[in-house]
C-alpha cells in the first residue's frame, strides 16, 4: 500500500502560477511511474503529466510548455509548476502513482486538490 499525501491548490488569477507537491510514503524509485491528473466538472478524469522511474517524461498537449513535472527523489515528491495558468485549467488535480510488484500492477491516487483558476 503507498499513500499520497497532496499540497499546494488554490485560487488564482489566470496567468498565474501555483505548485503542487505530492509526497509518497515509500522511496519514489520503487515507483515505475508518477504522475498528475485532473478532472473538471462533468468531464473525464484525464492525464496532465506524469514522469517515469527512468526521468522521462508525458505532458498532455494543453499543457505543454506551461506545466512542468519534477520530483525530488530524497523527500518522494512530485511537483507539478503550473504556469500561464488558463480558466480551463480548473479542475481537481489527483496524483497518480503505480508500482508493478511480482508481475502486477498496482495504482495509487491522492485525495486531490482543487485548483480554481478565476479572477
Known amino acids: 500500500q503507498v499513500q499520497l499525501v497532496e499540497s499546494g491548490g488554490g485560487l488564482v488569477q489566470p496567468g498565474g502560477s501555483l505548485r503542487l507537491s505530492c509526497e509518497a510514503s515509500?522511496?519514489?524509485?520503487?515507483?515505475?511511474?508518477m504522475g498528475w491528473y485532473r478532472q473538471a466538472p462533468g468531464e473525464q478524469r484525464e492525464l496532465v503529466a506524469k514522469?517515469?522511474?527512468?526521468?522521462?517524461?508525458n505532458y498532455s498537449d494543453s499543457v505543454k510548455g506551461r506545466f512542468t513535472i519534477s520530483r525530488h527523489n530524497a523527500n518522494n515528491t512530485v511537483y507539478l509548476q503550473m504556469n500561464s495558468l488558463k480558466r480551463e485549467d480548473t479542475a481537481v488535480y489527483y496524483c497518480?502513482?503505480?508500482?508493478?510488484?511480482?508481475?502486477?500492477?498496482?495504482?495509487?491516487w491522492g485525495q486531490g486538490t482543487q485548483v480554481t483558476v478565476s479572477s
Open positions: 515509500i522511496s519514489i524509485f520503487r515507483l515505475n511511474a
Open positions: 514522469i517515469l522511474v527512468g526521468g522521462s517524461k
Open positions: 497518480n502513482v503505480v508500482q508493478v510488484r511480482l508481475g502486477t500492477r498496482y495504482e495509487y
